[in-house]
């Protein structure tokens, strides 16, 4: 899953006091003046901090005659449901990276009826929270899993990241019942908390995921 329950919301906010956020398998959505002028930070579970963007997106949406209202708020709802089980559910894309949560639902276009089916298709545009890895950026993760040649790891919502033994300096591969890696000051084992430099990362369509390739070669980085 991309969007757990217990997300976490850490921010700066200049000039604004109140700021509220949901994530989107609660359905609810991201309110905020002034997106722009807030940084924000948001933990998936361990060890992982990162700047998320926002990004306006064109969908279609497609509604069930029983869920249409003559008063238009229950369709309203109906709509935002919709979008974010489709958020959810594509997961990501190459050019915005992963679907945090939905920020804004700007507009809501006129419907266009289905002859065979009676569904209505609503062109929607919406403002998202995203994420998307970066050449060179410093990430937060922990250690998955460790094989001979290097290990994985996982951070937030990327969770195949791979590092090799190359790129790890001075460590050196222990084997047997818990393999590590290590050097004379520290180890790499499983669940290890590890900050690391992104070195590259390729788009998997089929997987909808991104795949990076990282490394502990440098100041500052290494097991936390």
């Given amino acids: 899953m991309i969007l757990h329950a217990q997300l976490h919301v850490f921010y700066e906010?200049?000039?604004h006091s109140d700021f509220t956020l949901k994530c989107a398998n609660?359905?609810?959505l991201?309110?905020?003046e002034s997106y722009q002028a807030t940084k924000l930070y948001i933990s998936f579970g361990r060890y992982s901090a990162m700047v998320f963007l926002e990004a306006e997106?064109?969908?279609n949406v497609l509604i069930s005659p029983s869920q249409l209202d003559r008063k238009g708020l229950l369709l309203r709802k109906a709509i935002i449901v919709r979008l974010l089980e489709d958020v959810t559910n594509k997961r990501a894309s190459k050019e915005h990276g992963y679907y945090i949560?939905?920020?804004q639902?700007?507009?809501i276009s006129e419907g266009k009826v289905r002859e065979l089916t009676g569904d209505v298709l609503f062109p929607i545009t919406f403002t998202c929270i995203t994420q998307k890895p970066m050449k060179g950026e410093i990430l937060g993760g922990y250690v998955d899993r460790i094989l001979k040649h290097g290990v994985f790891l996982k951070s937030g919502p990327t969770e195949s990241i791979f590092m090799a033994e190359k790129s790890m300096s001075d460590y050196k591969y222990i084997g047997g019942e818990n393999p590590m890696f290590m050097n004379d000051h520290s180890k790499l084992e499983k669940d290890t908390a590890v900050r690391f430099k992104?070195?590259?990362?390729r788009w998997m369509e089929a997987d909808r995921q991104f795949q990076l390739l990282a490394t502990i070669a440098g100041d500052f980085l290494g097991p936390l």
């Fill in 13 to 15: 906010r200049m000039g």
């Fill in 26 to 28: 609660n359905h609810a």
């Fill in 30 to 32: 991201i309110s905020a």
């Fill in 57 to 59: 997106m064109s969908w």
């Fill in 101 to 103: 949560a939905v920020n």
């Fill in 105 to 107: 639902l700007k507009a």
């Fill in 198 to 201: 992104v070195m590259g990362f």
